[in-house]
């Protein structure tokens, strides 16, 4: 009889749940004492980034016009897909193959392989903690969860809402921000202007069924005159809350009169076939279809939950590993192949596209129960918005665990702070900036440190 482990840190996580040799509960009271844990723990880890510049100038590379943050929600191989490390381990059905001199998982990722002209991996990230609901916060908001701001932290996807909307026009409908699935988004204090509107794609070719009214338009313009009638002021006067209400029931009004905008949530029947019948399948064709609209949404996450392998990781990947295969390189090619919004170039030129997860996976031989356990090495994926593609970012020993060549300008780990500066600049917006109207008082960073140059943009993807 096989005994399937549960991971303990998946089932319950620790007291202080960083993950590492570097870090105990005594060096977080250590820390704590010196008034700098709950908010960053960066020394923890490495004393490079205490070292603080006096002041730097961004670097705003603004070539994209949206994003799409494909997640991998609970941290899939980097060792056996993007940062291929063979032994004994390897199954014939990981099939290595040769391009140039990358080594590839072919029978996981074929489909990929075809875009690898497109594709900048980065082998050198490196997440702060290895629990999930820490680490996918983390990754998601750019800075410490359990910190004084974690709690009212927003969404990258908020900042870029909040960022674009002087640029908005009147045919914009859509939200700024949509997630497809379950996501850790949340506005944080922002208002509900900048929240995402969270869908879950449909399991099959058809529509997502919320967003037209089940009673029809005219039933649904009759309740809302009642609303109006019963509760007359929903102005800012009443609040923050109040005005949040209000704008929702404004943009959901707007969509629901904008007939066309019902298509852009919608999967036919062959998009669905083609991108390999499945969700994921489902959450790209929507998301394609949302930029390419052109209608307002900047920033679209998918997330593509059930990576978190501790037991039969090879038996696992054989299904998922296709459906995610099959559904980007589909989603590439499509956004190559779409025109953008300017003259000579693709939806893809414009368009951002980053792979991400929480963490990464133990390296070497499967643990007892053919798994993988949790590990902070991982690897970031990037395509379009102005990345150079056919690159690798970072170099890594051959069991994968160490950084043998950092690959960019600060010669150290890739770190959540970074891949959010990335995405930042690639969009144009100041990820330096610190806002002086959160709740707390104490100024709010839209990348920690990133002004006294702790954090920066991943330049070298953008490089000639």
């Known amino acids: 009889m096989t005994v399937t482990r549960r991971c303990q840190i998946c089932v319950t996580p620790p007291a202080f749940p960083l993950a590492g040799a570097s870090f105990s509960r005594r060096g977080f009271f250590r820390l704590g004492a010196l008034g700098l844990a709950g908010w960053y723990t960066g020394s923890a880890f490495s004393q490079s980034l205490m070292e603080r510049a006096s002041g730097v100038a961004p670097r705003l590379h603004g070539t994209a016009r949206n994003c799409v943050l494909i997640f991998l929600e609970g941290a899939p191989s980097q060792s056996d897909l993007w940062d291929l490390k063979e032994g004994s381990w390897t199954p014939q059905t990981l099939a290595p193959t040769s391009y140039g001199d990358v080594r590839w998982p072919q029978g996981f990722l074929g489909r ?33 969860p359990a910190g004084i701001l974690g709690s009212i932290a927003p969404h990258i996807g908020s900042v870029v809402a909040i960022e674009s909307a002087a640029k908005r026009r009147d045919s914009d409908v859509l939200p700024s921000f949509i997630a497809l699935d ?34 029809g338009a005219d039933r649904l313009e009759q309740r809302l005159e009642l609303l109006s009638a019963l509760d007359p002021d929903r102005s800012g006067a009443l609040g923050k809350s109040a005005s949040d209400f209000a704008a929702l029931y404004e943009g959901a009004e707007r969509l629901t009169k904008s007939p066309e905008i019902a298509a852009l949530f919608t999967v036919g029947q062959a998009d669905y076939t083609r991108y390999g019948k499945s969700k994921i399948g489902a959450e790209l064709i929507i998301a394609r279809q949302l930029v390419g609209a052109d209608r307002g949404t900047r920033f679209v996450q998918a997330t593509f939950a059930g990576w978190d392998d501790h037991s039969n990781l090879y038996g696992n990947y054989v299904t998922r590993c296709i459906a995610f ?64 593609g056919s690159r690798i970012i970072g170099r890594t020993s051959a069991l994968g665990d160490a950084a043998v060549e950092y690959g960019w ?15 930042y600049s690639a969009l144009d917006i100041d990820y330096t900036i610190t806002r002086h109207d959160d709740p707390l008082g104490r100024g709010y960073e839209y990348v920690p440190l990133a002004s006294e140059g702790t954090y920066q943009p991943i330049s070298e993807l953008f490089a000639d």
């Open 182 to 215: 379950p996501a850790r988004a949340s506005s944080g204090y922002f208002s509900a202007s900048n929240a995402p509107l969270t869908l879950r794609a449909p399991n099959g070719p058809g529509a997502i069924a919320t967003m037209t009214h089940r009673d």
């Open 409 to 423: 300008s600060a010669d150290r780990d890739v770190r959540p702070e970074d891949v959010a500066s990335t995405i």
């Open 112 to 144: 990929t392989a075809a875009h690898l002209d497109k594709l900048a991996i980065v082998r050198t990230g490196m997440s702060w903690v290895a629990v999930h609901p820490l680490a996918q916060r983390w990754t998601q908001i750019a800075r410490n």
């Open 325 to 388: 295969d099959t559904a980007f390189a589909a989603f590439l090619g499509d956004l190559a192949a779409a025109p953008g919004s300017a003259a000579g170039r693709t939806l893809l030129d414009e368009t951002l596209v980053v792979v991400y997860a929480e963490f990464g996976r133990t390296l070497g031989p499967l643990n007892a129960q053919r798994g993988r356990d949790h590990h902070q090495r991982m690897s970031v994926v990037f395509a379009g918005g102005g990345v150079r």
